[in-house]
């Protein structure tokens, strides 16, 4: 991309931040609690697709860092911590500590059977949510009433507006960090080891490793993403982390493009605002399968891929 339309990019981007940033005053209590939730799953999304684009690790299994770092929150909440920069280093630490535990599981396999794998480690932790009731109170799930304070000194997130400013402050700093990792050198490895493991392999580059930080990396992530959902709720449950959240949240990934982490948040945005506002009609799941079809056979390459390139003169 040339310098005028890095400018441009720029400038889009800086409008739409301002923009977002009005909806906090220009919103009413609904619409903001909406938005930050959508934030929180567009995270979650974003490490979805941080393993299944840039990486080659299709995931259905992102829920588990996701309700780890979600029930740390929760924990902390419950022994009257209620500093947020506490509640998301502490989620993502979390998170990214599960990772590194199941990276082994993960980063030697390829195609349906790290989906199969992904999905078992989804599907063991929520079990293990249910019922490991001294720790996460089982199926009832876990109140966490508190006050937050972001940072020392700040005010406390005692209203929707502050609660969605904190969480769109949150996903922005963290999106805008992996952006630019990805377009890193180190970005460029993963790809390049997304795309031919066995020549970087051969050219004595550790695979392993570098599939092995994306993944830590996405769980930090997800992890944060879980510390933002009990910081909206004050409760989380294992079904906050069920079969269905993962299925949609790889529907947002698909819808916005794998390989695009702004199209997997515009992704969640599609998916939750057709869950959430048309569920009390019944046809949010015909919707979201509809929508399903007709990206993949109208839009291959989700909506990232209506981006307008421009042609190299011959």
């Not at 995931?59 to 920069?85: E, F, K, N, S």
């Not at 019944?282 to 042609?311: D, E, W």
Request: glycine fraction near 10%; include cysteine; aromatic fraction near 6%.
């Amino acid at each position: 991309m040339t310098r005028p339309w890095r400018l441009v990019a720029g400038l889009g981007a800086a409008a739409l931040l301002a923009l977002l940033v009005s909806f906090a005053w220009t919103l009413d209590d609904y619409a903001n609690t909406t938005l930050a939730n959508i934030l929180t799953v567009g995270l979650l999304a974003v490490s979805v697709a941080l393993l299944t684009g840039a990486a080659g690790l299709p995931t259905l299994g992102q829920t588990a860092p996701y309700l780890v770092g979600a029930y740390t929150t929760a924990i902390l909440v419950h022994h009257d911590v209620d500093l947020g920069i506490l509640h998301l280093l502490a989620a993502g630490a979390a998170g990214a500590l599960f990772a590194l535990i199941t990276a082994p599981l993960v980063v030697y396999a390829r195609g349906v059977v790290v989906l199969m794998i992904t999905l078992a480690l989804g599907e063991l932790t929520s079990t293990v949510a249910g019922q490991w009731k001294a720790v996460t109170h089982g199926t009832d799930g876990m109140v966490a009433l508190a006050k937050v304070t972001p940072l020392p000194g700040l005010v406390e997130l005692d209203s929707d507006q502050r609660v969605y400013l904190y969480v769109l402050t949150v996903v922005t700093l963290l999106v805008a960090g992996l952006l630019l990792v990805l377009r890193s050198p180190a970005g460029a490895l993963l790809r390049a080891t997304r795309d031919d493991a066995k020549r970087m392999r051969a050219s004595g580059h550790p695979v392993a490793g570098y599939l092995t930080a994306a993944y830590v990396t996405a769980g930090f992530l997800a992890g944060v993403a879980g510390a933002l959902l009990v910081t909206m709720n004050s409760y989380v449950s294992p079904g906050d982390g069920g079969f269905d959240v993962n299925a949609l949240i790889l529907l947002a990934v698909v819808i916005g493009g794998a390989t695009s982490m702004l199209g997997a948040l515009v992704g969640a945005a599609l998916v939750v605002l057709t869950r959430d506002w048309l569920a009390d009609a019944g046809h949010a799941p015909l919707l979201l399968g509809i929508l399903f079809i007709a990206c993949v056979y109208v839009l291959p390459n989700g909506l990232a891929g209506l981006r307008f390139t421009r042609r190299t003169p011959k």
